[in-house]
T-cell receptor
Framework: AQTVTQSQPEMSVQEAETVTLSCTYD???????LFWYKQPPSRQMILVIR??????QNATENRFSVNFQKAAKSFSLKISDSQLGDTAMYFC?????????????FGKGTSLLVTP | DVKVTQSSRYLVKRTGEKVFLECVQD?????MFWYRQDPGLGLRLIYF???????EKGDIPEGYSVSREKKERFSLILESASTNQTSMYLC???????????FGDGTRLSIL
């Protein structure tokens, strides 16, 4: 069963604007990690941001920040001052210590298009 | 920087062939993974390995096997390729729990 849900298959934003990508997940664990990965047309999966579940403070990496709501099991990604190079597929992913080792559970992705 | 190298970017094979996809990482990571990526389905775990000669099935192992004879190398094997195995295959590696996985560039495999 899919444990990571990205409800927006496609989104579009104008250059310099702010966009928020949604992600919800399901787990009964208390110790887990959340990630956002970016996959541009070149196909290389690039780590955008990482969040530790036991930390209440939202992670931030330059123009990228998250809104982590542990009780609601929500982990959205905010991109500020969008740039053309942000055009990519974005995947939310979840890691817990399970029968699948340290594997990532991925959402189905959100395709983001940044327009001039 | 961690480097994960997949042997081919594009590969075309015929139905029934035995296919090998190779992956090498240079950061001495214990854990290695093979994912399959299909449009609208995200990435799905095929197999993973947490040590040399150790392997575990992921969510979709049918039709695949793996080999890890050396720590840095993790191979995915399609025993008898079928058209429904046409896909993008991504290899990844990681160290301890909680650390991000590092991905290769992917192999786009077409089975004709």
């Amino acid at each position: 069963a899919q444990t990571v849900t990205q409800s927006q298959p496609e989104m579009s934003v104008q250059e310099a604007e702010t966009v928020t990508l949604s992600c919800t997940y399901d787990t009964s664990e208390s110790n887990y990690y959340l990630f956002w990965y970016k996959q541009p047309p070149s196909r290389q999966m690039i780590l955008v941001i990482r969040q530790e579940a036991y930390k209440q403070q939202n992670a931030t990496e330059n123009r990228f920040s998250v809104n982590f709501q542990k009780a609601a099991k929500s982990f959205s990604l905010k991109i500020s001052d969008s740039q053309l190079g942000d055009t990519a597929m974005y995947f939310c992913a979840f890691m817990e210590n399970s029968n699948s080792g340290y594997a990532l559970n991925f959402g189905k992705g959100t395709s983001l298009l940044v327009t001039p | 920087d961690v480097k994960v190298t997949q042997s081919s970017r594009y590969l075309v094979k015929r139905t029934g062939e035995k296919v090998f996809l190779e992956c090498v990482q240079d950061m001495d990571h214990e854990n290695m993974f093979w994912y399959r990526q299909d449009p609208g389905l995200g990435l799905r775990l095929i197999y993973f390995s947490y040590d040399v000669k150790m392997k575990e099935k992921g969510d979709i192992p049918e039709g695949y096997s793996v080999s890890r004879e050396k720590k840095e190398r993790f191979s995915l094997i399609l025993e008898s390729a079928s058209t429904n195995q046409t896909s993008m295959y991504l290899c990844a590696s990681s160290s301890i729990f909680g650390q991000p996985q590092h991905f290769g560039d992917g192999t786009r495999l077409s089975i004709l």
